[in-house]
């Protein structure tokens, strides 16, 4: 049977180039929301974080219904660090929306995601988005997006794909770049003519691959994913099991079936081939399960999800400030929270170590767990958080390390300082293509080599650059690097930071502290422009003398305090050092806190 009435889509594209904002135009004008209603502006982006950086981190789910047909719609995430979330979503539709900037044109996340589009054979339609902009090149990015296509060696269907020309904040689209739309039904009409239906045996024993999976604390976990064949329907027996055969099929019984309509979640009776449902009531069902009729079990294969490339060691805060801010501070705690996320995140990896109060925690890049631990610090969480390491690998008796694609855009005169910096950190220039009066550089540069270079890069750029990477393979490995070359300022003793030893600190390097912040022995205050670190006294008070009183010289000025944000502090921490998480402070402190102690072990060494 061919279900004409249904078709199942996703979007992806590279972060920053108006996917989520194209939905909200497919939902304003499909009739999803009434008239007067007020809709927040990205309305996918539910999560906090995704609201606050303007980006999207997990794949979600939505439909609307035009000319009859109901579209079920997947907005998937832009940035390569959460490509798990789009590499096993592609399973759950028939046909993909490629969303390219009309400046910009193809980045290596957009070939990432279309890669595993093109193997699972799906049909592509192909966006040309923000036609608007002022320096947006049409023309170009047409024949970069052809390109595209034959390097990744798409089919001729594929390579005939359409391609349409769209203003998502306008909410406009053309099949003709010099006729402006003046809505989307273009765009609509073009994904139920070209997008396949999906197909299926209504009438055989139901069988249904699990693709995501959500966590309520009322129901738990609710499985989702797309009817392959048969029919679901509630109080429904079945066996779920999985592919590899991880796991013994055990039975259960589906309690609860929703279906997506819009922004909501619908109740429903039964459901057939090709409708994406939810279901809740199947204890310990992960992403790759399959759901089967009892009297048919038959599992699907799921697809292989890449591997993390970059690890950090989660413990728990230790510092003298321990428990003070946090409302889960114990190693059980964290356990059972990094372990509840590994139900959701399938590129996820987490390992026990020697020691009961820290645990490995392996993921795809550094914004991957730098989100991890926004999210568990917003919960409640205390945590202590090393630097990230690269995963290396053994192959042919060879060690290799992770290599990542990295493709800047920046103006003329700032290539030559990014090139010193990707030189020293063992890069290879790939390409250079001139974009007007920038030019866009490409280099195959170590994952290790891209830890703590971001903000170096923004200062070589005056600002102007972006830069983007994506995991390319792994390599024998290129030799040491070096991490940071600054030492750092460190807080001699507990107490509170006072004007007057901050004063005299800040003519050592910049400082991360103001005045009032309590510190401890061994906390880093500051980053010295110099090799090796300086312990300095921030808590130091002037005393009264008999000849003059405290307050009598000039008024002490300070520079303004440099303040970090999570990812300015994993990036900046050396080996020796950790980051203090808690629900209301971020802070750099030694591994090991005391001065002396630290002093006795570099005059072992």
Do not use: W
């Not at 979330?85 to 009309?102: F, Q, S, T, Y």
């Not at 050592?508 to 401890?520: E, H, K, N, Q, S």
């Not at 300015?568 to 050396?574: G, W």
């Amino acid at each position: 049977m061919i279900r004409n009435d249904l078709r199942n889509i996703a979007i992806i594209a590279h972060v920053d180039h108006g996917k989520t904002t194209l939905v909200d135009g497919m939902l304003k004008q499909s009739g999803t929301f009434r008239e007067n209603q007020v809709v927040n502006e990205r309305v996918m982006d539910s999560n906090d974080i995704e609201r606050e950086r303007g980006i999207t981190i997990l794949a979600k789910n939505t439909s609307v219904v035009y000319k009859g047909v109901k579209i079920n719609i997947v907005d998937t995430p832009g940035h390569a660090d959460f490509g798990g979330e789009v590499e096993r979503i592609l399973k759950m539709v028939d046909g993909v929306i490629l969303l390219v900037d009309a400046a910009e044109g193809p980045m290596p996340q957009t070939r990432f995601v279309l890669q595993h589009a093109l193997e699972l054979g799906h049909r592509v339609i192909i966006v040309i988005n923000k036609i608007d902009r002022p320096d947006a090149r049409i023309d170009e990015v047409i024949d970069e997006c052809y390109e595209l296509l034959m390097d990744l060696n798409a089919s001729d269907e594929q390579l005939d794909s359409p391609i349409l020309f769209c203003s998502g904040r306008d909410g406009t689209a053309s099949a003709d770049e010099n006729v402006p739309g003046t809505d989307l039904t273009p765009f609509f009409d073009k994904i139920l003519e070209y997008i396949p239906a999906p197909e299926g045996e209504p009438e055989e024993p139901l069988q249904l691959l699990v693709s995501s999976i959500d966590y309520n604390d009322y129901v738990g976990r609710i499985a989702i994913g797309k009817i392959e064949r048969g029919s679901i329907k509630v109080n429904q027996e079945v066996i779920i099991g999985d592919y590899h055969e991880t796991k013994k099929p055990y039975r259960g019984k589906i309690v609860t079936l929703y279906q997506i309509a819009g922004l909501e979640r619908v109740p429903a009776e039964t459901a057939t081939v090709g409708d994406i449902v939810c279901i809740s009531g199947i204890e310990n069902i992960t992403i790759g399960d399959t759901i089967c009729d009892t009297s048919k079990f038959e599992p699907l294969p799921f697809v292989k999800i890449s591997e993390p490339t970059v690890e950090m060691t989660f413990s728990v805060n230790d510092s003298p400030f321990a428990g003070r801010e946090g409302k889960y501070v114990t190693s059980r705690h964290l356990r059972e929270r990094l372990f509840r996320e590994l139900l959701k995140d399938v590129s996820l990896r987490v390992s026990e170590t020697d020691s009961t109060d820290s645990f490995k925690v392996a993921g795809r890049g550094e914004m991957h767990l730098s989100i991890l631990i926004e999210n568990m610090r917003r919960e409640g969480y205390e945590m202590g958080v090393s630097t990230p390491r690269v995963l290396y690998k053994e192959i042919d008796g060879k060690l290799c390390e992770p290599i990542e694609e990295l493709v800047v855009d920046v103006p003329e005169t700032s290539v030559g300082a990014v090139m010193e910096k990707m030189g020293t950190r063992k890069a290879e220039m790939v390409s250079m293509t001139p974009m007007g009066s920038r030019m866009r550089v490409v280099f195959h540069v170590p994952a290790r080599g891209l830890f703590g270079y971001r903000n170096e890069f923004l200062t070589d750029t005056k600002g102007e650059g972006i830069m983007n990477s994506v995991f390319y393979g792994y390599e024998q490995y290129k030799g040491d690097i070096p991490r940071r070359l600054n030492g750092s300022l460190v807080a001699f003793e507990s107490g509170e930071a006072v004007t007057y030893g901050l004063y005299n600190a800040q003519e050592r390097g910049a400082l991360f502290i103001g005045a009032g912040t309590p510190v401890y022995e061994g906390m880093i205050v500051g980053v010295s422009p110099k090799p090796g670190d300086l312990v300095v006294n921030v808590c130091k008070k002037k005393h009264l003398t008999n000849t003059r009183a405290s307050g009598s010289d000039d008024a002490l000025r300070l520079i303004p305090p440099r303040i970090l944000s999570l990812e300015d502090s994993l990036e900046f921490i050396a080996d020796d050092e950790l980051v203090e998480v808690t629900p209301k402070n971020i802070r750099l402190r030694k591994k090991t806190l005391s001065n002396i102690q630290r002093a006795k072990d570099r005059a072992k060494l």
